[in-house]
T-cell receptor
Framework: EAGVAQSPRYKIIEKRQSVAFWCNPISGHATLYWYQQILGQGPKLLIQFQNNGVVDDSQLPKDRFSAERLKGVDSTLKIQPAKLEDSAVYLC??????????????FGPGTRLTVL | AQKVTQAQTEISVVEKEDVTLDCVYETRDTTYYLFWYKQPPSGELVFLIRRNSFDEQNEISGRYSWNFQKSTSSFNFTITASQVVDSAVYFCALSEAEAGNTPLVFGKGTRLSVIA
């Protein structure tokens, strides 16, 4: 079974530029999460989708971050404009819903963003 | 609010030593899940264990064992006879146990270095 795919793996941009990350969850997984992991910290949820609807985006900085999952499969996370403090690894995770009540999330390899 | 504390930032041990990683959590929920994830240098989060709040039985899996104590809100992880391949950052995480899927709240992680 293929895992969660993310691209690009690495991205370097200058502040005030825009950037987009892509995630393809495991086939059949209806729930998709984007987490931000700043160096030296644990991942922090940015947004959670259920199919193509947003379940929780309370911690997403909406003035600069946006995310979509138009067809309930792939998802894109965008930052516009980027700030220095956005340098982090952006992790995508997916899980089954609703049959799987154990909330096991499978994580992708992440995209490491460096903002200069 | 939910919170996970991993007080040990970094631990170094010599190969074949036993090592325990501490995790203390806070939640107002009576039903919740606890997790441990491993993050090797490659960056991907690897699921190790999930524990339901109603199941306080300790678990052993090969060289890994977990001690769950609700009385002290702790979920500690022990690696017996550590190996160099165990070197990684280990995260403890917590989630509500609603049916379906809820996001994970992570601790800041403990970096384990096993020296040959």
């Amino acid at each position: 079974e293929a895992g969660v795919a993310q691209s690009p793996r690495y991205k370097i941009i200058e502040k005030r530029q825009s950037v987009a990350f892509w995630c393809n969850p495991i086939s059949g997984h209806a729930t998709l999460y984007w987490y931000q992991q700043i160096l030296g910290q644990g991942p922090k949820l940015l947004i959670q989708f259920q199919n193509n609807g947003v379940v929780d985006d309370s911690q997403l900085p909406k003035d600069r971050f946006s995310a979509e999952r138009l067809k309930g499969v792939d998802s894109t996370l965008k930052i516009q404009p980027a700030k220095l403090e956005d340098s982090a690894v952006y992790l995508c995770a997916s899980s089954l819903y609703p049959e799987d009540s154990y909330n096991e999330q499978f994580f992708g390899p992440g995209t490491r963003l460096t903002v200069l | 609010a939910q919170k996970v504390t991993q007080a040990q930032t970094e631990i170094s041990v010599v190969e074949k030593e036993d090592v325990t990683l501490d995790c203390v959590y806070e939640t107002r929920d009576t039903t919740y899940y606890l997790f441990w994830y491993k993050q090797p240098p490659s960056g991907e989060l690897v699921f190790l264990i999930r524990r339901n709040s109603f199941d306080e039985q300790n678990e052993i899996s090969g060289r890994y064992s977990w001690n769950f104590q609700k009385s002290t809100s702790s979920f500690n992880f022990t690696i017996t006879a550590s190996q160099v391949v165990d070197s990684a950052v280990y995260f403890c995480a917590l989630s509500e146990a609603e049916a379906g899927n809820t996001p994970l709240v992570f601790g800041k992680g403990t970096r384990l270095s096993v020296i040959a």
